[in-house]
Structures are given as structure tokens and as C-alpha cells.
């Protein structure tokens, strides 16, 4: 299968799966509350893709939810190309993508995030996952989540949970503050085995995202809350603020790829504190 065919296919599920993330979030808004959508471009003057963010604030469940879709292409430039896998030789790249994040209204509900992305240099790999930022310890819910997700993994590969596990463990972590950012999920880069296989698995992560988050906010959104609760969860954002700001390689390659920059920064929360 030529590397068209196969950007092809991967854009296309990454653009479907935005439909699909995006109808169920309005879903459980119960239709009373839709997305804002933005086009964008990476260089208006030459063609070199874009992609659509949607916004989705101040719902019943969803204080903000970003969805973002891109299909980029260029070229790197020369202190990027010696940064990324396959660039060094040629600078010429291709990147598609969606990532998801959710900030909850209710502090009972964690923070979720979610991306997926293939990237093509002078070869192509896949790179995601998807974690999980509560404010406040809820066992039952760690012990579903991760059950969802070595479910999913031991469908592909035995060895995947593990591995991947540990890698979301290590990377959403803050070294300045001695902790993680919450209480993980899988997290994976530069994956190259087999095309199809891999792409059945990244597929398989958007499906089980998909379960996960309805289970999550379908068990949790009627739950009463606290004013000191929710100063709990502002705590926790400033926590994600800080890892993305500071140690996000999606937002480092935003940015330094002409990304448009209210897509990138959708992750950042609404309102968040520090103590």
C-alpha cells in the first residue's frame, strides 16, 4: 500500500471520528447547547492543509470540550527536521490527526484526554492515547478505565497495556512537582510494526475513548458537588496547564509547525487556580 493510500485512510477515520466524538458529546448536552467550528489554514498563501477545531463551553456537563481535526503538510524547518524521526534527510513532512479535550462542569467528572496521529516523514508511524485527570480519588472508576484499556490492548498485542501504560506513566509527569498528572491510561509514539495492524489498533483506541467517556460522565453527571470541590478541580487544572504548557510535544509541534494556535491551546481549561 502506497504512503497516499494510506494518509488517505488514516484523515478520513480521524475526520469521521470527529463527527462521531462531537454527536455524542451534543447528545449528552441533550442538543441544548452545539459546537462552534473553525476552519483553518496552515499557510493561506501556499497550500499546506489546515484542519477544523470545534468548541463546545459552558454546557450542563461540559464547562469546555475541544475537538480537533488536522491535515498538515511542508516542510520542516532545520532545527525541527533534526528533532523529528525521518527529517533529517528530507525536510518534506505530512501529519494528520484529532485530539480531544474535556473539562467537566461537575468535579466529580475527571478531565479526559484523547489523541491520534499519523505522521509521514521519509516513512510514516502513529503516535496517541489517552489519560485521565480527576480532582478527586475515585478507585472504582481508575479500576474501569484502565480495565477498558488493557481490554482494548490485549486485543492487538499481549504486551501493549503494559508498555504503553508505563510510557503514559512516564511521559504525564511532572518533574517540577514530583507527581503525575493523573491516574494515566496509554500513551504511545513513533509506532511503525505494521501498517494495517497498527491502524486497526489506533482505530480500536477512538472506539474504546468513545465507551470510556460515556460511562464516565453517564455514571457521574447527576452527582452533587461542593463549592470546595470545585476549588479542588481549578487546583488540578492549574496542574494540566502547567504540563501542557511546559512538557506537551502536541503543543510544542503545534506551534512549531504554523499550527493554528486557538486549536492548539484548546486543551488549556476555562478557569483554573493556583494555591
Same mark, same amino acid.
Given at each position: 500500500?502506497?504512503?497516499?493510500?494510506?494518509?488517505?485512510?488514516?484523515?478520513?477515520?480521524f475526520k469521521l471520528l470527529q463527527n462521531i466524538i462531537c454527536n455524542d458529546i451534543e447528545k449528552l448536552e441533550h442538543n441544548k447547547i452545539k459546537f462552534k467550528s473553525k476552519i483553518w489554514s496552515r499557510n493561506k498563501i501556499k497550500n499546506e492543509?489546515?484542519?477544523?477545531?470545534?468548541?463546545?463551553?459552558?454546557?450542563?456537563i461540559f464547562e469546555k470540550v475541544g475537538v480537533n481535526f488536522s491535515e498538515v503538510y511542508g516542510k520542516f524547518s532545520n532545527e525541527m527536521k533534526k528533532k523529528i524521526p525521518g527529517a533529517n534527510k528530507n525536510p518534506n513532512f505530512w501529519a494528520s490527526g484529532i485530539s480531544v479535550v474535556m473539562h467537566m462542569s461537575n468535579p466529580n467528572i475527571p478531565a479526559i484526554h484523547?489523541?491520534?496521529?499519523?505522521?509521514?516523514?521519509?516513512?510514516?508511524?502513529?503516535?496517541?492515547?489517552m489519560d485521565v485527570t480527576p480532582?478527586?480519588?475515585?478507585? =472504582? $472508576?481508575?479500576?474501569? @478505565?484502565?480495565?477498558?484499556?488493557k481490554k482494548m490492548c490485549n486485543r492487538h498485542n499481549k504486551e501493549y497495556y503494559k508498555k504503553y501504560k508505563k510510557w503514559c506513566d512516564d511521559y504525564f509527569y511532572l518533574p517540577h512537582r514530583k507527581e503525575t498528572r493523573g491516574i494515566g491510561g496509554i500513551f504511545f509514539d513513533y509506532k511503525k510494526n505494521n501498517w494495517q495492524k497498527d491502524f486497526i489498533f489506533v482505530r480500536d483506541l477512538g472506539v474504546t475513548f468513545q465507551k470510556i467517556f460515556n460511562l464516565i460522565i453517564n455514571?457521574?453527571?447527576?452527582?452533587?458537588?461542593?463549592?470546595?470541590? =470545585? $476549588?479542588?478541580?481549578? @487546583?488540578?487544572?492549574?496542574?494540566?496547564?502547567?504540563?501542557?504548557l511546559l512538557y506537551d510535544r502536541g503543543t510544542k509541534f503545534g506551534l512549531q509547525t504554523g499550527g493554528n494556535i486557538e486549536g492548539i491551546l484548546m486543551s488549556l481549561p476555562p478557569i483554573a487556580k493556583w494555591n
Open positions: 500500500m502506497n504512503k497516499e493510500i494510506k494518509q488517505k485512510l488514516t484523515r478520513n477515520w492543509g489546515g484542519g477544523e477545531f470545534r468548541i463546545l463551553k459552558n454546557g450542563k484523547f489523541n491520534t496521529r499519523f505522521i509521514y516523514t521519509t516513512y510514516g508511524w502513529f503516535g496517541g492515547g480532582c478527586i480519588k475515585d478507585l =472504582k $472508576e481508575k479500576s474501569l @478505565i484502565h480495565k477498558e484499556l455514571e457521574k453527571y447527576k452527582k452533587k458537588w461542593t463549592a470546595k470541590e =470545585k $476549588e479542588l478541580q481549578y @487546583i488540578k487544572r492549574g496542574r494540566y496547564v502547567e504540563f501542557n
